[in-house]
């Protein structure tokens, strides 16, 4: 596979990129009246209990021990935050995202870097002067959970994914690098060669960011062009002081150094995930920590799971679903990835349906990352109204001709129902997966599905009866 | 060693504890102070998990 489309940096420099940073979208919460102000100092040990009471976003202004630091977290708690953030409708942000899929923009690289007015470097560098939050009760140490970690690799070219961190020492972190994903591959060609993979961590980015780290590219897609289609702008990337990556220039903190070449050796975890479950140990490599660097007043994002996890994950499986029904010639109208399935594990779509395409349709939607329930309507269902989708499944399915059921397909180890503890360290998960066809099957007459109406119905009015 | 993290580590040898136990049982100490005492646990390499993600000394660490 050719690494030729991916770029190695970014266009000449210019000052033509985006000025959507982390900062712009608090702002912007915050104008919304979707982001709540604590003044109060506050210890890193109540950060996630004290978001997860609050229906707004949270920025905590001081922070105890930690003076220059502030706080934010819940950013994209809820739908409607993450529709603010994509400047859409919460049922059309997964338009949005596929759109900017569509439209990518190449990053440009800049002198000018806001995350790089502070520096440490050699013994100097510290995570502990970073207000490393404990999130969870059974998490195994304090995490960072909001990250973009860029990578590179001779062939394939450059990778922004997400991957939490587990303090260890003001050195070193644990990361969870059990899932399949670029960077795994990447780190495990460089193991082979007994080498480490040299990555560095963006945190306090944008959301387009994030969503675009979270999805799941092909191998020579650039995320930083994606992230730059969402903003309708190049990303603007600093190159990063002690390794060959560039990092979101308006970072708000970044950590730069090397996934060590012990394989999956670590413990790491429990991390509540996103799957709503505190999870469990695994085994993982360790992120070494060569250099630090930061904004003077630099604010630290704490995303709260398991719901920024959901919500950041839904757009981006969405938004593949789409991708994979149009590759199969099938004309989606809508599609959901609920937040009871995490936004991850389940895709519903309502499609225009040519004989055939219900069962298209669920091919194609169960081929996405590891969802593992697929349901398709006609374009007649309002898939966001549960009642409709269970009228459809309750009328429309025959489960002996309905159903597709998959075995063996790539499964995720945050699903307890797959034992993935079975497997041992570094080992990778299958799944079951199902499809329901929902849509009227082929040979019913529409007319038997022809919805009752009441007699004068928007001729009479209620109204006039009083 | 620090004395924060001989506390710990003296906890961890009555039995295990998960992690935001051994917070709990030193939560009047300062979170970066806390940090600073576990990575001086985790570079001593004495820690281990059990099954339910408890930490626990390494049989040769128990002195």
Redesign the interface.
């Given at each position: 596979m050719s690494a030729e489309k991916k770029t190695n940096g970014g266009a000449a420099n210019a000052d033509v990129g985006t000025k959507q940073s982390f900062r712009d979208f608090l702002a912007t919460l915050d104008h919304a009246g979707e982001l709540r102000r604590i003044a109060k100092p506050v210890?890193?040990?109540a950060f996630s209990t004290l978001i997860a009471q609050s229906p707004q976003a949270v920025m905590f202004d001081h922070v105890?021990?930690?003076p220059e630091w502030r706080v934010a977290g819940g950013l994209v708690s809820t739908r409607k935050r993450l529709a603010i953030a994509m400047g859409s409708t919460q049922n059309d942000v997964a338009m949005r995202f596929e759109e900017a899929l569509r439209r990518p923009i190449e990053p440009i690289m800049t002198n000018e870097a806001p995350c790089q007015e502070v520096v440490y470097e050699g013994d100097t560098v510290d995570?502990?002067?970073i207000?490393?939050p404990?999130m969870?009760?059974?998490?195994?140490?304090?995490y960072i959970s909001a990250t973009c970690v860029v990578s590179k690799d001779p062939e394939f070219g450059r990778n922004v994914g997400s991957y939490r961190l587990m303090?260890?020492?003001?050195t070193?972190t644990g990361i969870d690098l059990v899932s399949p994903s670029d960077m795994r591959l990447y780190y495990q060609r460089q193991l082979d060669r007994k080498r480490p993979l040299e990555i560095a961590v963006a945190v306090g980015v944008h959301p387009f960011e994030m969503l675009a780290a979270s999805y799941k590219a092909p191998i020579n897609t650039d995320e930083y062009a994606i992230a730059g289609g969402l903003h309708g702008a190049p990303v603007r990337l600093a190159k990063c002081r002690t390794v060959d990556l560039e990092v979101p220039a308006d970072a708000e903190l970044v950590l730069e150094g090397e996934l060590l070449p012990i394989g999956w050796s670590a413990?790491e975890?429990?991390f509540g995930e996103f799957s709503q479950i505190s999870g469990?140990?695994k085994w993982n490599p360790i992120f070494r920590v060569k250099c630090i660097t930061r904004r003077k007043d630099p604010i630290f994002y704490l995303l709260q799971m398991p719901w920024e996890n959901d919500w950041l994950c839904a757009p981006v499986v969405e938004a593949a679903g789409l991708q994979a029904l149009r590759n199969a010639s099938v004309q989606p109208v809508a599609i959901r990835a609920p937040v009871g399935s995490c936004g991850y594990w389940t895709l519903i779509a309502s499609i225009k349906k040519r004989p055939g395409e219900g069962k298209n349709a669920l091919l194609a939607l169960l081929s996405v990352a590891e969802v593992k329930l697929a349901i398709v309507t006609d374009d007649d269902i309002n898939i966001h109204d549960p009642d409709q989708l269970d009228w459809a499944m309750t009328f429309r399915v025959q489960a002996d001709k309905d159903v597709i059921i998959v075995s063996g397909a790539r499964g995720k180890h945050v699903d307890p129902s797959i034992r993935a503890w079975e497997l041992g360290k570094g080992g990778l998960p299958t799944t079951a997966k199902l499809g329901i066809d929902a849509t009227i099957p082929e040979g019913i007459p529409k007319k038997f599905y022809t919805r009752l109406e009441y007699y004068d119905f928007g001729g009479t009015k209620l109204g006039d009866y009083k | 060693m620090n004395s924060l993290a001989s506390s710990i580590l003296n906890a961890l040898k009555e039995q295990p504890y998960q992690f935001s136990e051994l917070v709990d049982l030193h939560r009047d100490v300062a979170w970066r102070d806390f940090l600073t005492a576990w990575g001086q646990l985790r570079a001593a390499a004495v820690l281990a998990r059990d099954e339910n993600g408890r930490y626990l000394l390494k049989t040769d660490a128990k002195g």
């Open positions: 210890d890193p040990r105890e021990g930690y995570l502990t002067t207000p490393y404990l969870h009760k059974l998490d195994g140490g304090p303090y260890r020492t003001p070193e413990d975890g429990p469990d140990v | -």
